[in-house]
């Protein structure tokens, strides 16, 4: 088996073949063959966020699949988690590169009880990279986490995450405290994660559900244009 895997020389499959070999990579956690993978990928002229988007997080869908069924388990999964990240770490200056003037201020982090990260770096990645600057506060936070950060970096957006049935409530004590603090309206609340859907965030009181990064960066965008058109009208 590891003899097959060194036959494979990366640089010397197609584009599809190469994707779908940094699936298998991902899935086995290879960290330096994502690294290589991602490189060429670039080489080839593809743009960051396809190579994000159809080789890392398509990547991981399988990787997610299969922990659900118990085929995979945690030590696994962290080591294609790893590989994943490494491949983000590539893209990072590049999705961040495009020069646009700061459009808003947004904190963002995985509420409390939960660890999973790659999703809010993603996003976090996107929005700088769209002109957004973005305080990541990380994983596992409680309430006062999120609203020290606000004030602190005088933000205008809160980014929230949750991959868990049972930590994506946590948001809405977020949500509750900010409304019994009286701080509620300063801020646009944006939540998302795989478990989430349109209906839970408009139950918990958040402007808006984010699908993913790209719906992240439309819908901050949207809120900021209406945000700069009250101030001016
Ligand atoms: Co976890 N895990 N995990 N895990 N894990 C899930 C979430 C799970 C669905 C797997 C499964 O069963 N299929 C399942 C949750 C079931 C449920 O609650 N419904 C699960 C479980 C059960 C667990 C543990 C409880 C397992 C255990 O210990 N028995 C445990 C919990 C630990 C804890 O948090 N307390 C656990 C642990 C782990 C690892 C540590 C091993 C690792 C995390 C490593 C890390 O993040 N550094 C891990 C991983 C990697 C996953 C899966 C496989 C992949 C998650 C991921 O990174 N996806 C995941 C399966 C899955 O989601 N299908 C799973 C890629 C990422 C790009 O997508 O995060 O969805 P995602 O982000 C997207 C969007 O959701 C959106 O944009 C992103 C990019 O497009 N988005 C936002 C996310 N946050 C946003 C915030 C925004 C906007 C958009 O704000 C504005």
Redesign the pocket.
């Known amino acids: 088996m590891a003899d097959d895997e060194d036959d494979i020389i990366l640089a010397e499959l197609d584009d599809e073949e190469l994707v779908l070999q940094m699936h298998d990579d991902l899935y086995d956690g290879l960290k330096d063959e994502i690294e290589e993978g991602t490189n060429i990928l670039l080489e080839r002229d593809w743009t960051p966020y396809k190579i994000l ?1 159809e080789a ?2 398509s990547g ?2 399988v ?3 299969d ?3 118990g085929i ?1 388990f ?2 696994e ?2 080591l ?3 590989a ?2 490494a491949g983000m770490a590539i893209l990072k200056p590049l999705l961040a590169e495009t020069g646009a003037p700061t459009i808003g201020r ?1 904190v ?1 982090g ?1 509420v409390k ?8 770096n ?2 976090t990645m ?1 929005m700088e990279g769209a002109g957004f600057e973005v305080k990541n506060i990380g ?2 936070n409680p309430v006062e986490d999120y609203i020290a950060a606000l004030e602190e970096f005088d933000a205008d ?1 809160l ?9 994506m409530p946590y948001m809405k004590i977020v949500i509750d405290t900010l409304i019994e603090e009286g701080k509620r309206d300063k801020y646009t609340v ?7 859907n349109e209906e839970f965030g408009k139950a918990i009181g958040a402007d808006a559900y ?7 960066v439309e ?2 965008k949207d809120f900021m244009a209406r945000k700069h058109n009250q101030m001016a009208g």
């Open positions: 988007t890392l997080v991981m869908k990787v997610g699949d922990f659900r069924d995979l945690v030590p999964v962290l294609a988690a790893n994943m990240k947004m963002i995985t009880g939960d660890i999973h990260d790659i999703g809010q993603l996003v996107m994983i596992n957006i980014g929230m995450s949750a991959l868990l049935t049972t930590t944006l939540v998302g994660g795989a478990p989430l984010c699908r993913d990064a790209a719906v992240a819908t901050a």
